[in-house]
């Protein structure tokens, strides 16, 4: 048999990607690649898949040979008008323009594209959203991306740290950014505190950049806030609300000075959101909130599920988004990635490791994804996996 062909070329790699972090995910399926039996609470996805009206749309839609061509760069004007409806009525946006993209990912990148330079500082801050990181490094602003202070007990940015930072010396900050609820944190940030940060962002000459993704996931008494003023970039996603992951809609509302910049990126990028899954998205909308809120009572049961699962460990989260912070037992707060691989191996349950979060010694639990006797078996075996930890006979990895 003969031996596999060994590349060796003199090209190389840019260094901002170099210098950009390993896609978590993409290592946790190589760390999944050939298991079957495994409880997944790692990727964060929904248990529900689009309701009807979006189900429907997307059969209309196949049909009609207008789809399959390129659409507008913004995204069509049938659904913009449709978000900024949606903006009006539930988020009190009512001034800023609207840009569909392929998901909030890419929504976030385009404002990393044409809103900061390489020498620019971007405020963050941990536990972040990984692929809030990635692209900043990959942008070749990794070098000056700064991480601000949190509360060490709920993990909420701190805005007094904001505006001391930027009273201070706002020379060289861009942007910050935030993410309420949290991924990964399951927090939710405060309106006050919200408040707080776009005041000081304003006065300093700062983009806010607030990614609302999981806005209808709040529960008990937290509630979701949104801002807007001409200093303010929302981010929204049709993903883990209407369970649309594989189709790929997210939207930015901005103010409208940027579009121009904006359009830049897109056109560059993906040239146009899919048509057909555009198509899905006004279905969504049609469905409306009431879709994602009959199915949150299932969410809140696996979240106590899980919860009551990783005592003693400490938990962060739970007030909104579909994830849970656990900070492991102090000798493991190294060596992350490797209880991870461990849970995967012997106990069949995957998990984030905190350190692609900024993290180290925490895992990231996602919840939403499965329900019933899955969730349950879930349950059981992290059940056991701390035990296991807790134990004289816990694992040692270092």
Not at 64 to 75: A, L, Q, R, S
Not at 180 to 194: K, Q, R
Not at 270 to 290: F, Y
Request: charged share 25%; hydrophobic share 40%.
């Amino acid at each position: 048999m003969a031996s596999p062909k060994v590349w060796r070329g003199v090209a190389t790699e840019s260094k901002r990607i170099q210098a950009t972090d390993e896609p978590c995910i993409v290592m946790m399926q190589g760390l999944l690649k050939g298991k079957s039996d495994v409880s997944k609470l790692s990727q964060g996805v929904v248990h529900w898949q689009p309701p009807l009206e979006a189900l429907d749309a997307a059969r209309k839609a196949i049909e009609d040979p207008t789809v399959h061509g390129y659409g507008n760069d913004e995204g069509s004007m049938e659904l913009r008008d449709a978000v900024k409806e949606k903006l009006k009525k539930e988020n009190n946006i009512t001034e800023s323009e609207v840009i569909i993209t392929t998901g909030a990912n890419q929504a976030f990148a385009n404002l990393v594209v044409a809103l900061t330079d390489e020498e620019d500082t971007v405020i963050m801050f941990a536990p972040y959203y990984f692929n809030h990181k990635m692209a900043v490094q990959m942008t070749g602003g990794s070098r000056n991306l700064e991480l601000g202070a949190v509360d060490p007990e709920t993990l909420i940015p701190s805005p007094e740290w904001v505006e001391k930072r930027l009273a201070d010396d706002s020379k060289g900050v861009k942007m910050v950014v935030l993410c309420s609820p949290c991924n990964p944190t399951g927090v939710v940030i405060p309106e006050e505190t919200l408040r707080s940060i776009s005041e000081a962002c304003k006065k300093a000459g700062v983009w806010l950049v607030i990614d609302n993704t999981y806005e209808y996931f709040t529960y008990g008494d937290a509630k979701h806030s949104t801002l807007e003023d001409s200093h303010i970039c929302n981010i929204f996603s049709f993903s883990k609300a209407y369970g649309m992951m594989g189709w790929r809609m997210g939207y930015v509302a901005y103010p409208p000075n940027i579009r121009s910049a904006l359009l830049k990126a897109q056109d560059t990028i993906p040239i146009c959101p899919t048509q057909i899954s555009e198509r899905v998205a006004l279905g969504a909308l049609q469905a409306g909130r009431p879709y994602v809120d009959q199915n949150l009572p299932s969410v809140v049961k696996n979240r106590d599920t899980i919860i009551s699962a990783l005592q003693p460990l400490r938990v962060i989260g739970g007030q909104g988004a579909i994830y849970l912070m656990a900070e492991l037992p102090e000798k493991y707060r190294d060596c992350d990635i490797e209880v991870v691989k461990w849970l995967i191996d012997t106990h069949h349950l995957a998990v984030i490791p905190g350190t692609s979060c900024g993290a180290p010694g925490f895992i990231r639990l996602s919840y939403a994804n499965i329900v019933g006797d899955a969730m349950e078996l879930a349950a059981e075996r992290l059940r056991t996996a701390i035990q296991a930890l807790l134990s004289d006979d816990a694992p040692k990895f270092k």
